[in-house]
């Protein structure tokens, strides 16, 4: 961008420069090389094509799950949990083999032990992950350690197809192990389950997938 000096004031297109006004002064600068009609059809922008639909579905997908369990993320203080939340999704679904490129889900990333053991290993700020303290098996927990804990147990429903999410919460006795926890939805369903820990000062103190 660059100012200019004429008795002439120019405004719109003269070949590849644009010429307008700023803050009183006279702008001219070039115009972009990017052009939506070679971005949607031109082959040589495929890859980045492929790119952004695939980076579009991992900031939907992160972001309905984060919105989800707002009322717990807010208590991490993690200022960079967007952004390290999204890098996490994106991970994810770079684990889907069966899609083509620029189809590739979160979903289908999440069906894998690798998917899962991604998202699972997930630490939200400087709260504890969850699996610290339990294990998950089929609808039953088992407590590690501190059995006077109180528990959350999120069950949520995603439909990564239309960004929806339902999600049901069960407040947990650790007084005993294993752990029921009820099954709200059926199991075709795309389920994952958020456990969180509140010690005796109702403080959370470990929080994570399960």
């Known amino acids: 961008m660059a100012t200019y000096e004429s008795l002439i004031k120019i405004k719109g297109s003269v070949g590849d420069l644009v010429f307008y006004t700023l803050n009183g002064k006279n702008v001219v600068r070039k115009k972009s090389g990017f052009n939506k009609t070679a971005f949607k059809k031109d082959p040589s922008y495929e890859k980045v094509r492929q790119n952004s639909s695939e980076f579009g579905h991992c900031s939907k997908a992160g972001k309905i799950i984060r919105n989800s369990l707002e009322l717990y993320l807010k208590e991490t203080g993690d200022a960079l949990l967007y952004q390290r939340f999204a890098k996490l999704m994106t991970e994810i679904k770079n684990l889907d083999t069966i899609s083509e490129r620029g189809k590739r889900t979160v979903e289908n990333g999440l069906k894998t032990e690798e998917g ?7 630490q939200f700020g400087e709260i504890k992950n ?19 804990a109180r528990g959350t147990i999120i069950t949520l429903k995603l439909d990564l197809e239309n960004y929806t999410v339902e999600k049901v919460e069960e407040n947990l006795s650790l007084n005993e192990s294993p752990i029921s926890f009820k099954e709200y939805f059926s199991d075709d369903n795309f389920l994952l389950y958020f456990l969180v820990l509140r010690n005796e000062n109702n403080e959370i103190s470990h929080m994570g997938f399960v």
């Open 130 to 148: 969850a699996l610290t303290e339990v294990e998950h098996q089929d609808h039953s927990l088992r407590i590690k350690r501190d059995k006077n």
């Open 116 to 122: 899962k053991k991604l998202l699972k290993s997930f």
